[in-house]
């Protein structure tokens, strides 16, 4: 059990960002204060070798410039906002678009961008991290001054557990994610395509071009989109189906089975060359799934390996996308009275 705190590198106007390292001593993650990013996250395999899960880049430069949302968290509003518009109480607001005419992941600048504030490290048998951010009221365009709290803690039975607090003083969007790209092998030089995947959702949120959501929650039976029993990743994964096309993969909403645990297991993967198993935790609705589609070799890794497609998969739990739209999906405004408050735990063991 240990927590260590080191220098991480330095933003452009000078601030300091640290690597926090939490430790249990098997499983060993490290998080840096500069948007939260989870920059390693080393489990051991079936023969005990223990290797980083986390694609991302080598040092905090990587992550200065535009780039993946490797690791970060992501807000204010994880995901899509179609047209970066919606209405509150009658009173319009547009949020800055960053992909066409859309809002994603917050806007140009979102959360994965600002140097969190180190609330409290805590040593013992389950380490942890706190971090905090402020988001004035109009910044990116949204309303209400938030204030944010993420716990990082790394759980006794080799979880990472992700607490995410906000609150606002006037009504507002709230989708607070963390982008993670996992690669079970610990070899960001290999696909993920092998990978047994199995997502308890009975139904996913269908995209238009724009990969705004429809508004239809879709049945995945029969479909190229059903992982509700284990399924290698790379089945279905070019299947001429045109929900698949144009992300070039899973880049899709599952609507998640209600559960009547308080943290239900939405999700599963397992690597069958390392043994290395995953399971997700969450009390949000949804989980989207990405398949790194857009990563095309370009950007540099770590250890100098190219970031290419495919080579690592997102489970990000979050609230559906484009939810401020859609009167059927889970409600994502808070503000007085309303605070947003959620649980995801990333479990590893030996499947
Ligand atoms: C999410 C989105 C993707 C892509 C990645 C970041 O997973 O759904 O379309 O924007 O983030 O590259």
Redesign the pocket.
């Known amino acids: 059990m240990s927590v260590q705190k080191t220098v991480f590198g330095r933003l452009p106007d000078g601030r300091q960002a640290d690597l926090i390292t939490l430790s249990n001593g098997r499983i060993e993650a490290q998080i840096s204060n500069y948007g939260g990013i989870i920059y390693q996250l080393c489990v051991p395999d079936k023969a005990g070798k223990k290797a980083n899960l986390i694609l991302g880049h080598d040092g905090l430069e990587g992550y200065l410039v535009k780039g993946?949302?490797h690791g970060a968290l992501?807000g204010r509003y994880?995901?899509?906002i179609a047209k970066g518009r919606f209405t509150i109480d009658g009173k319009d607001y547009q949020i800055t678009q960053n992909?066409g005419e859309t809002a994603?992941?917050g806007g140009v600048t979102g959360l994965n961008q600002k140097l969190w504030d180190i609330v409290e490290l805590k040593d013992g048998e389950e380490p942890s991290l706190t971090l905090a951010c402020f988001s004035p009221d109009g910044e990116e365009g949204f309303p209400g001054n938030l204030r944010v709290q993420v716990v990082y803690t790394v759980t006794a039975n080799d979880g990472l557990r992700i607490e995410y607090f906000a609150q606002s003083d006037k009504k507002t969007p709230i989708n607070l994610t963390n982008?993670a790209y996992f690669n079970l092998k610990g070899d960001p030089a290999q696909d993920i395509l092998d990978n047994l995947l199995c997502i308890h959702a009975d139904a996913y949120t269908p995209i238009d071009a724009d990969?705004i959501p429809t508004g239809e929650l879709a049945p995945v039976q029969g479909t190229p989109m059903d992982f509700t029993s284990p399924k290698p990743i790379g089945r279905d994964i070019c299947a001429d189906f045109a929900q698949l096309k144009k992300?070039m993969g899973y880049?899709h909403n599952y609507v998640l089975n209600a559960s009547k645990e308080e943290l239900p297991c939405i999700a599963e993967v397992q690597d069958p060359q390392s043994g290395r198993r995953m399971r997700v935790y969450t009390d949000q609705p949804g989980v989207?799934l990405?398949t790194?589609?857009?990563?095309d070799g370009s950007e540099m890794g770590k250890n100098g390996v190219p970031l290419q497609q495919h080579h690592a998969l997102?489970l990000?739990t979050q609230n559906f996308?484009d939810s401020v739209h859609q009167p059927g999906f889970p409600d994502p405004f808070y503000g007085p009275g309303r605070d947003y408050h959620y649980t995801t735990i990333y479990q590893f063991d030996i499947g």
């Open positions: 993946d949302y992501i994880a995901n899509r992909e994603l992941h982008h990969s992300p880049d989207q990405y790194a589609n857009f990563l997102c990000e996308p």
